[in-house]
């Protein structure tokens, strides 16, 4: 029953919406040129929307591009956040706000076993010292302006639509150019003993929704609470297709991080209270529903049928 809108940056070569047309989503949401770092833009978005929620998930997600591009990150996944923000103070306070926070904010687990709205925050990456710039903005722009701002903490959030750039989509990715024969070459990884709380992203962005139906605006942990490394990640996926993943994987200096996070397990109690959040869907499940589309979108390649824009061959 809403209305949608959302805002795409406008660039010289086609705008990169692959992900709503095999949803067909295209045609049913409005879309608002905008770019974070350009504030004029955000108020002229926002008074031609004139929205009563707004999602912001925009960002530069890529935790090992932030080494890279630690400015850019900056001005997008801090700054932009006290844009939007400052746009909503001086002008309509009463739309509610949604920050995309992320579990990359704690840098690690200090002691404790799984990690909780209260624990330690002590990012190691460019982009996690930016989100924590962010979620400490929505604290403060909460209690200093009373604006319905929310952090939703989301651990890592994976589903067929994961860009192949991160880790769980590279994997399946290739998983399914195994299967049906399409390369022969190894996939290169980086930290495999890295353990990361993976869960299926339509669950958690439902959450997004709920947490801004509350009564008032909170921090949400989203987590299953179970923690997997990246080599169970790649060995469940290969042996769904009857291989030995060691065959057809090498560790690769390139693709490690100059600081890695080594642990993040997310403990979800406090939204599980609040509003009843569950998982769902376990990690051998997420695993199979990925590998799964990628052998669909190959052997529609095979056949010479459309495939998603991003899926390349021998990639
Ligand atoms: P992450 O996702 O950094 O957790 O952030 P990513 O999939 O990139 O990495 C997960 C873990 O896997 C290790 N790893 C590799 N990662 C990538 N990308 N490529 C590799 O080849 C590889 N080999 C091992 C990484 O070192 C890391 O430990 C995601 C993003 O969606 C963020 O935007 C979001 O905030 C967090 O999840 C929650």
Redesign the pocket.
């Given at each position: 029953g809403y209305e949608v809108s959302g805002t795409v940056r406008r660039v010289s070569s086609p705008t990169n919406l692959w992900r709503l047309a095999d949803l067909g989503l295209l045609g049913r949401i409005n879309l608002i040129p905008a770019d974070m770092t350009d504030v004029g833009s955000l108020i002229a978005a926002i008074s031609q929307a004139q929205p009563n929620e707004i999602f912001n998930l925009s960002?530069q997600?890529?935790?090992?591009a932030s080494f890279q591009m630690p400015h850019t990150t900056a001005q997008v996944d801090a700054l932009g956040v006290l844009n939007v923000l400052e746009v909503i103070r001086y002008g309509d306070k009463s739309i509610k706000v949604y920050q995309a926070s992320?579990?990359?904010i704690y840098g690690g687990m200090v002691d404790s076993e799984s990690l909780d709205e209260n624990s330690p925050k002590n990012p190691a990456s460019p982009?996690a010292v930016s989100?924590l710039f962010g979620f400490h903005t929505v604290r403060m722009y909460r209690k200093a302006y009373g604006i319905f701002a929310v952090n939703g903490i989301?651990?890592?959030?994976d589903s067929i639509y994961r860009g192949l750039?991160?880790?769980?989509r590279?994997i399946t990715n290739h998983v399914a150019q195994v299967a049906l024969g399409l390369t022969k070459e190894k996939l290169?990884?980086?930290?495999?003993d890295?353990i990361?709380d993976f869960g299926f992203a339509p669950i958690c962005v439902e959450s997004m929704w709920t947490m801004l139906q509350q009564d008032k605006p909170d921090d949400f942990v989203i987590a299953t609470g179970i923690g997997h490394s990246?080599k169970e990640f790649v060995e469940y996926a290969f042996s769904l297709i009857d291989e030995d993943w060691r065959e057809y994987t090498e560790v690769s200096q390139t693709?490690?991080?100059p600081l890695?996070?080594a642990r993040?397990v997310g403990n979800p109690a406090k939204a599980r209270a609040q509003f009843g959040w569950s998982p769902q869907v376990t990690f051998r499940e997420l695993i199979e529903i990925m590998v799964e589309a990628d052998i669909r979108r190959w052997k529609q390649y095979k056949l010479g049928k459309n495939f998603p824009w991003d899926v390349v061959v021998g990639a």
């Open positions: 960002a997600s890529f935790v090992g992320s579990s990359e982009y989100k989301l651990f890592n959030h750039e991160f880790v769980s590279k290169r990884l980086g930290n495999l890295a990361r990246v693709e490690m991080r890695d996070v993040l």
